[in-house]
């Protein structure tokens, strides 16, 4: 039901016009003010629940080589209010149908002496805000370069924060917790060790920004609709406690090429006293325009395993020979190579991953390491390119494909792009039609490396562009993406729902690097999952890596039943089953889990929550009554206290239940586990255990 009301009034004269305005959600438990300072510098404030939750902060655009920039000396000319009230059906989520609702307030502003005007529209909903600049078309202002962007997020107090260093080519780190005074000397240390690029600031952090106020109140700062723009972090006035935003460069250290009309991006900021409502939110969505692909008929969720895990972990290769010299920008004289015997990618072992996809329910299987160019680029040669179409000797695309269609599975494919864009974009068309010739229809697209040709960074405008361009061309050959080191998602999967996973975070890959905090998915879903889903690749049974490969001596910080329960907790409709086929094949009962559980949902219930700590999440598999729920645990063991209430009254089911056994410890038990099954209706009431590092996970069938 779609119910649109749009109304339009001028508030004031102009001898009034610079008063604060205000905007109440549907609600009323968010006010947001508006107004100008003196010198005619845009302002904001919100409060929630009558809490000031952001004080007043400026708002307006520093310009490059301009005599005045967007920041002062504006007037209000217009103001128009409106009221927004729908639902609408994504193609997949985490439920069947979302409201979209919100009060707005778009002031445009004129500035004096450059007769220049800029909207900026506010969107209130009952879960927080959102704000972005528009830039309508005129005479004063057609072409204009960004030096930055001084939108204002002023705290109310030194919250507490989960953070991640401002870098601009990777999120690929565990979360810091602290309070935000002692952010500056947490960060010296990352930076010196890790960020790659030379312009940064020791209190810059990136977004989804998660925060906590000593009174128990919950702020998320993150952006919505990311296009044709640079993507935004957040540096730190700590001595005032109010955060700025601070886009990427360019390679020339430019911050953003425009043209009017256009717009920015939304400015979020989530708010609640429950954090599951943070989890719950559909803001970063709704801000984000409806599809744009008309026939969605073509996208469907994933659930996959793929021959991947091995080559992380060091036990085969991506490189079909490591006979470096015979190689020369890519084009290699394979007849004169000696295999490396290691080649994860070869027709025996892609074959085993099919009849095991096939044998257990699977969707698809990816295959990373197929195609010419790895050997350039573990040869480090600094010219190494992909054609994204010519595969390595032990691979028969065609032959793979058949097989795999007679057993009714996929295979996903994979481009390497090494941050080569322009190459890949020169190939695209070639490389999109090859794959619609060979059957597949989904791919895992990779951006490991510096971006060349310029030597952009990896989340500037130009990049962002890139990505887009790559999500739509896909869309135009009905292909899924799933793309991995681009940047992080900002809900345009409602406007192209063929992407279907991100990675733009510390994944799974990292156990196999050392490891990653025990708590750290219990921060993903308020951080990265914010902006949408996340293809983490969880499913690891064997935690001891050097069983996979001696020389590797790696943990994965993580117990069985924590890592079945990520299927539920983390979100996405591309699940895949990460491990290998022999270490699932030891432990078929708990392997049961991940081959029953959905990927795609019609409710979602947020039972339990806090960031660093716990989360547990039930939900209801798309199209019959069952459900399924995860609990993921920090370092901390606990009981976890639920109830069965979101059950449909009257029926029964039957629930088993994969838990951490009394013993079990990420670390030095990660394998104890128990499973039982017992009859649940809604009126039924669990307490379980959660051990450190530890979870647990419920399959919920009705009793027909």
Known sequence: MKNLFFASLILFAFSTIAKAQQLKSPEGKFVMEFSLQNDGTPTYNLKYKNKEVIKTSKLGLELKDDKKSLLNDFTVVDSKTATFDESWKPVWGEVDNIRNHYNELAVTLNQKGTERQIIIRF???????GFRYEFPAQKNLTYFVIKE????FAMAGDHTAFWIPGDYDTQEYDYTKSKLSEIRGLSEKAYTANVSQKNFSPTGVQTSLMLKTNDGIYINLHEAALINYSCMHLNLDDKNMIFESWLTPDAKGDKGYMQAPSHSPWRTIMVSDNATEILSSKMTLNLNDPSKIDDTSWIKPVKYV???WEMITGKSSWSYTNDFPTVQL???DFSKAKPSGTHGANNANVKKYIDFAAANGFDAVLVEGWNEGWEDWFGHSKDYVFDF???YPDFDVKGLHEYAKS??????MHHETS????NYERHMDKAYQFMKDNGYDAVKSGYVGDILPRGENHYDQWIVNHYQYAIEKAADYKIMVNAHEAVRPT????????????EAARGTEYQAFGGSKPNHVTVLPFTRLIGGPMDYTPGIFEMDISKMNPDNKSHVNSTICNQLALYVTMYSPLQMAADTPENYNRFPDAFQFIKDVAVDWSESKYIEAEPGDFITVARKAKGTNNWFVGNVNGETPRTSNIDFSFLEKGKKYTATIYADAKEAHYKTNPQAYTIKKIAVTNKSKLSQLSAPGGGYAISIIETK
């Open 123 to 129: 969107r209130l909903f009952d879960d927080g805000l």
């Open 407 to 412: 057993k009714g599975i996929k295979i996903i």
């Open 149 to 152: 962007e001084r939108s204002q």
């Open 330 to 332: 890519g084009v290699s």
């Open 491 to 502: 809900g345009i999967c409602r406007t192209y729902p063929n992407l279907i996973g991100n």
């Open 419 to 422: 941050g080569s864009v322009r």
């Open 306 to 308: 793929g021959v991947w």
């Open 389 to 391: 179409v010519t595969p």
